[in-house]
T-cell receptor, first 114, second 113 residues
């Protein structure tokens, strides 16, 4: 069965510092992986997705993620945090064998310190 | 183009009542998925509709049902409401489902008292 683990329910970084949000997945077949962001009182917005093309995926707002099969990871990074990045971030996995049902991580709240 | 809209945005109901939530997808999108989001359980998949047919279903009791109309608009119904049904219900649309990007609405906040 697929699962997604996001390490750290809260991550705090200073403005201008590196953002690193961790996501590990389990899947017996090649997965499709996603990062979504949720701002307060809003729905989710896709940041980026991995669909077996390039292992380094660039997304919106300066975020990127690297698919590492050997580590079953898909960590999200941004070189320099901005106050507007404060939000909750969700990693999700799916594949054909599960009829493309998205399995979600528990989410990580990113806090930006001024 | 207009995004995904959900109505109502907020709803307060009493235990035992039923509720219907509505979702209008982005024009041209034929797949609509519903999710329940709670602090304790996180995001959980309810079901997906594509061309008026339920194509995928999560692990929720039969009190949760849905349907999709020919214009791709979708409704979700919860009967015999329980306190634990209090949640943010999110609707997402995409062109064909699968691993297409899903576009989310702002959600309906349901409170059951």
């Amino acid at each position: 069965a697929q699962s997604v683990t996001q390490l750290g329910s809260h991550v705090s970084v200073s403005e201008g510092a590196l953002v690193l949000l961790r996501c590990n997945y389990s899947s017996s077949v090649p997965p499709y992986l996603f990062w979504y962001v949720q701002y307060p009182n809003q729905g989710l917005q896709l940041l980026l997705k991995y669909t077996s093309a390039a292992t380094l995926v660039k997304g919106i707002n300066g975020f990127e993620a690297e698919f590492k099969k050997s580590e079953t990871s898909f960590h999200l990074t941004k070189p320099s945090a901005h106050m507007s990045d404060a939000a909750e971030y969700f990693c999700a996995v799916t594949h054909a064998d599960s009829n493309y049902q998205l399995i979600w991580g528990a989410g990580t709240k990113l806090i930006i310190k001024p | 183009k207009a995004g995904v809209t959900q109505t109502p945005r907020y709803l307060i109901k009493t235990r035992g009542q039923q509720v219907t939530l509505s979702c209008s997808p982005i024009s041209g999108h034929r797949s609509v998925s519903w999710y329940q989001q709670t602090p304790g359980q996180g995001l959980q998949f309810l079901f997906e509709y594509f061309s008026e047919t339920q194509r995928n279903k999560g692990n929720f009791p039969g009190r949760f049902s849905g349907r999709q109309f020919s214009n791709s608009r979708s409704e979700m119904n919860v009967s015999t409401l329980e306190l634990g049904d209090s949640a943010l219900y999110l609707c997402a649309s995409s062109f064909t489902g699968g691993f297409d990007e899903q576009y989310f609405g702002p959600g309906t906040r349901l409170t059951v008292t």
